[in-house]
């Protein structure tokens, strides 16, 4: 399995500030990397996919960019509603294995 | 929208059908898959199924034990669980993959709300 690691583990912010959170696969998976946002409670909703890809409905605010085996997400401006806990998936090879999620806080 | 159901307490050894009633979109065009959530852990896929149900796949640690589905006349998903064991404990979520993949691997750009299934004598 393809493991994949993120950093920080949990990282603390306010309101306004710009933050990076960052992925690290294995092995090279290219850009078949995908991030998702999960509030307390909640499901899942998947962010970016394919490495900089904005879902629809997503704000502007978020993007990513990395290949290979280094990734990142970047919130331009932190809202109250982006304090939640981040995830990568790898899709490049099966099992789709998670990171063990930022917590944003 | 998808909506699962069967979540359960269920003793160690036993079984749990769950299922993922989904709507509001062309269910048969889609893969489709299960990933869980053990309690203040992160996320794992635990299955996967192509469009037409013909290709399925599965976590490691399922894999002989678990079972998946889809009735795509019902656009109903489903997973079977046999022989479970105190690890199976998590939230199941059902989520939605790309159109006409083969289930192998994805992203999910849907997911239920999810339904817990606890493993526990």
């Known amino acids: 399995d393809i493991q994949m690691t993120q950093s920080p583990s949990s990282l603390s912010a306010s309101v306004g500030d710009r933050v990076t959170i960052t992925c690290r696969a294995g092995q090279t998976i290219g850009t078949y990397l995908n991030w998702y946002q999960q509030t307390p409670g909640k499901a899942p909703q998947l962010l970016i996919y394919?490495?900089?890809n904005l879902q629809g409905g997503v704000p502007s605010r978020f993007s990513g960019s990395g290949s290979g085996t280094e990734f990142s997400l970047t919130i331009s401006s932190l809202q109250p509603e982006d304090f939640a806990t981040y995830y990568c998936?790898?899709?490049?090879?099966?099992?789709?294995?998670f990171g063990r999620g930022t917590r944003l806080e | 929208q998808l909506l699962e159901s069967g979540g359960n307490l269920v003793q160690p050894g036993g079984s749990l059908r769950l299922s993922c009633a989904a709507s509001?979109?062309?269910?048969?065009?889609?893969?489709m898959s299960w990933v869980r959530q053990a309690p203040g852990k992160g996320l794992e896929w635990v299955s996967g199924v192509g469009a037409t149900g013909v290709t399925r796949y599965y976590a490691g640690a399922v894999e002989g034990r678990f079972t998946v589905s889809r009735d795509n006349s019902k656009n109903t998903l489903y997973l079977q669980m046999n022989s479970l064991r105190a690890e199976d404990t998590a939230v199941y979520y059902c989520?939605?993959?790309?159109?006409?993949?083969?289930?192998?691997?994805?992203?999910?750009?849907?997911w239920g709300q999810g339904t817990p299934v606890t493993v526990s004598s």
């Open positions: 998936q790898q899709s490049y090879d099966t099992p789709g294995t």
């Open positions: 989520v939605k993959g790309r159109e006409y993949s083969s289930g192998e691997v994805d992203w999910f750009d849907s």
């Open positions: 394919a490495a900089s």
């Open positions: 509001g979109f062309t269910f048969s065009r889609y893969a």
